[in-house]
């Protein structure tokens, strides 16, 4: 039991240690803003463009790992949706990101079930109580609606260990993350997909 819990701690430190790394390698590059940023995306257009016409399944395959490792850390993926909108158009875009997000939603639903599972059930339990009557009824077609509706408010970070709570089943997890998150996920990818014409008509978004 003692072994159990230092592995636990150990691999708690290191997801910590490569979390802070990522961090700060990503905003040593960017910040949150230049990700969303129309003028930043416009800057960059070329660029962007000219790498996925080169090849485009390589810039899928990486754009799909990046996205995973960016959820499982960070918890949350608005970020990836504008720029993935741009890239690659909103149906293919919005197609890598609920993959990509759903994996990386798992993962870290899972990693979170197993490392951290007391620390969630002591900081969100008084919260979110009231939730569970409701998901032990039929907790993938609430959960599907509670990806929906954005949690009601909560953070997206948050919705993907609140079902640590509930020691949700794997499959409803996943589903109930693709479908629910599926239709808010496409109007985002939308915007960014227009966003090229827009370039294109030189327009002006102030």
Known sequence: MKKDKK???????????ILSLFLWAFFSNFSLNDLTSYDFIKDNRNH????????????????????????FLLGFGLPILIPAGF????WIGTILCIFSLSVGATFLYLFAS??????????????????????KKNELLYFTIFR???GGGTPYGIQNILPVLFDMKIKNYIFGTFFG???????????????EEVIDKNADLS
């Open 181 to 195: 998150s599926l239709p808010a996920m496409f109007v985002t990818v939308s915007l960014g997909s227009g966003i």
């Open 148 to 150: 929906f509706i954005g």
């Open 48 to 71: 962007l463009v000219s790498i996925k016409e080169r090849n485009f399944f390589f810039i899928s395959f990486l754009f799909i790992i990046i996205s995973i490792i960016w959820v």
């Open 87 to 90: 890239i690659f158009g909103k």
């Open 7 to 17: 592995i636990k701690i150990y691999l708690g430190l290191i997801y910590l240690l």
């Open 114 to 135: 197993y490392f951290f599972k007391d620390l969630i059930e002591e900081k969100l339990a008084p919260k979110f109580s009231n939730l569970k009557a409701f998901f």
